[in-house]
């Protein structure tokens, strides 16, 4: 009777301990909108990288060299494909331009980069004012990434996106410091327009 009594005591307190700590659900972003549309309108346009969180800061390390970057999404020019061009300027100062393509899933959320079909992109809202989550996994590696129309969000946004990355067990955190001017472009060029969706 008394271990019958302690296990049920135990289940409700295991009951209340997940309610409390259970981390908050974010709405996944869909690529098909009812009018049929291959991507919805809003998620186009001009976007700044603004932080990364991953499970260790390994999986963070190809933005260390990272000062800011400034995305620009487009629809391509052919159905359910979107073009995005980056331009990365570095802690250096240089000016790094990226581009590539992303294939979308019809009814779900996933982006497929080309020429990386080990690589998914999954979309999410954000509570943030003008914000966006991304989820890039990979070949040996998973990483939340933050956007925002903003080059500089609220404080609120970026303690709003650690605690639920946190909360997810990715525990590293990379802020990216965006001290060299946001998207400035230079006509020093790497040769590093590839059609990979990573950074490094």
């Known amino acids: 009777m008394f271990h019958q009594i302690w296990a049920a005591l135990l289940y409700l307190y295991g009951i209340l301990l997940n309610s409390i700590y259970q981390c908050p659900e974010h709405s996944q972003l869909t690529t098909g909108g009812v ?6 309108e809003p998620h186009l346009g001009q976007w700044y990288f603004i932080a990364g969180a991953a499970p260790t800061k390994e999986e963070l390390a190809t933005f260390d060299p990272v000062d800011n970057i400034v995305f620009n999404m487009s629809a391509g020019s052919v159905p359910m494909q979107l073009q995005l061009r980056a331009t990365i300027r570095t802690k250096n100062g240089l000016c790094v331009p990226r581009k590539w393509i992303y294939r979308l899933s019809e009814g779900n959320t996933d982006l497929r980069t080309e020429g990386r079909p080990d690589m998914k992109t999954k979309l999410f809202s954000s509570t943030c004012p003008g914000g966006i989550m991304l ?51 230079s006509h020093r060029q790497l040769g590093l327009t590839t059609s990979s969706a990573s950074v490094g």
Do not use: I, M
Not at 35 to 40: H, I, N, S, V, Y
């Open 35 to 40: 009018d049929g549309k291959e991507f919805p």
């Open 135 to 185: 989820k890039e996994t990979g070949q040996g590696y998973q990483r939340f990434l933050l956007y925002n129309r903003s080059p500089h969000p609220p404080e609120k946004c970026l303690e709003e996106f650690q605690s639920l990355t946190s909360c997810l067990d990715f525990k590293a955190f990379l802020l990216t410091p965006r001290n060299q001017g946001e998207g400035v472009k």
